[in-house]
C-alpha cells in the first residue's frame, strides 16, 4: 500500500501543483498570457518528468554480461537503481 505514493511522487505532487496552478491563473477572466503560463509550467513538468522517470537498464543480457565484465580486469561502475 506505501508503494503507490512513493513510486509516483512526483506525478501526484505535478498534478496537484497544475491543479492549483491552473486555478490561480485561469479563474478570473484569463487573458492570453495567462493560458501561455499555464501551458509554460505544464510543458516543463512534463520535461522534468521524462528526464527523472526511471528507464530500465541498456544492458539486455543483465547479471551475465555484468558479472564478464567485472572479471575483465578492467575497474567497473556498478549502480544498484531502484525503478521508483
Not at 539486455?60 to 561502475?77: C, M, N, R
Amino acid at each position: 500500500m506505501n508503494i503507490i505514493p512513493s513510486a509516483y511522487s512526483f506525478l501526484i505532487i505535478a498534478i496537484g501543483f497544475i491543479f492549483i496552478i491552473g486555478l490561480i491563473l485561469l479563474s478570473n477572466k484569463p487573458k492570453w498570457n495567462d493560458y501561455l503560463a499555464f501551458g509554460i509550467i505544464v510543458l516543463a513538468l512534463i520535461l522534468a518528468w521524462s528526464s527523472v522517470r526511471p528507464r530500465p537498464t541498456n544492458l539486455k543480457e543483465g547479471a551475465q554480461e555484468i558479472q564478464s565484465l567485472i572479471g575483465a580486469g578492467t575497474p567497473v561502475l556498478l549502480e544498484f537503481q531502484s525503478p521508483f
